[in-house]
């Protein structure tokens, strides 16, 4: 089973701070998404990555980045956490032409 | 822009009772449609994926069904174990990267 893994389940870090969140995939997909989960909102695609070093903007990119520098590997960036990033984080990797497959999520509060 | 709206928010269901879930879709052609299952705390879970109109999938309890405007999820004599929110996903033609639009899902209650 392809497995995605992020770092942390749980995150509270201070305003202001940089705060990296690192999500893993282990069956060499092409396609890699975060995406945060907050109440009445739904799921909002934040950036994704189709390749090595690509990146394109999803619905809500202000105030992240993104990190690809190796194909399973990609990072999530807060450069400065405000309370309104407060939220659930989704990390999810896709073949071509495959479903989804998404991490337990990194619930981070920012204070 | 791509839309989609899940019906009805919560749902609440005694064990054997069946029920259909819905998600109605707006995309300027519809590569594919994606059922989600997701438990409290985790990420959400692959059921189905739909490509066209008139397509059926079924997995143990669930049936998943597509037109062109929207996708019931059947469930059928569900058991306390189905209780999860459900979510729909789109995937438009000419979307880049694979990426997909989701519904707020439907958050489904069986009571034993």
């Known amino acids: 089973d392809v497995k995605v893994t992020q770092s942390s389940r749980y995150l509270v870090k201070r305003t202001g701070e940089k705060v990296f969140l690192e999500c893993v995939q282990d069956?060499?997909?092409?396609?890699m998404f975060w995406y945060r989960q907050d109440p009445g909102l739904g799921l909002r695609l934040i950036y994704f990555?189709?390749?090595?070093?690509?990146?394109e903007k999803g619905d809500i990119p202000e105030g992240y980045s993104v990190s690809r520098e190796k194909k399973e590997r990609f990072s999530l960036i807060l450069e400065s956490a405000s309370t309104n990033q407060t939220s659930m984080y989704l990390c999810?990797?896709?073949?071509?032409?495959?479903?989804?497959?998404f991490g337990s999520g990194t619930r981070l509060t920012v204070v | 822009e791509d839309q989609v709206t899940q019906s009805p928010e919560a749902l609440r269901l005694q064990e054997g009772e069946s029920s259909s879930l819905n998600c109605s879709y707006t995309?300027?052609?519809?590569?594919?449609l994606f059922w989600y299952r997701q438990d409290p705390g985790k990420g959400p879970e692959f059921l189905f994926t739909?490509?066209?109109a008139g397509e059926e999938k079924e997995k143990e309890r669930l049936k998943a069904t597509l037109t062109k405007k929207e996708s019931f999820l059947h469930i059928t004599a569900p058991k306390p174990e189905d209780s999860a929110t459900y979510l729909c996903a789109v995937q438009a033609a000419e979307t880049s990267g694979s990426r997909l639009t989701f519904g707020e899902g439907t958050q489904l209650t069986v009571n034993p």
């Open positions: 069956m060499d997909h092409e396609n």
């Open positions: 990555s189709y390749d090595v070093k690509m990146k």
């Open positions: 995309v300027s052609g519809l590569r594919g």
């Open positions: 999810a990797s896709r073949r071509q032409g495959g479903g989804y497959t």
């Open positions: 739909l490509y066209s």
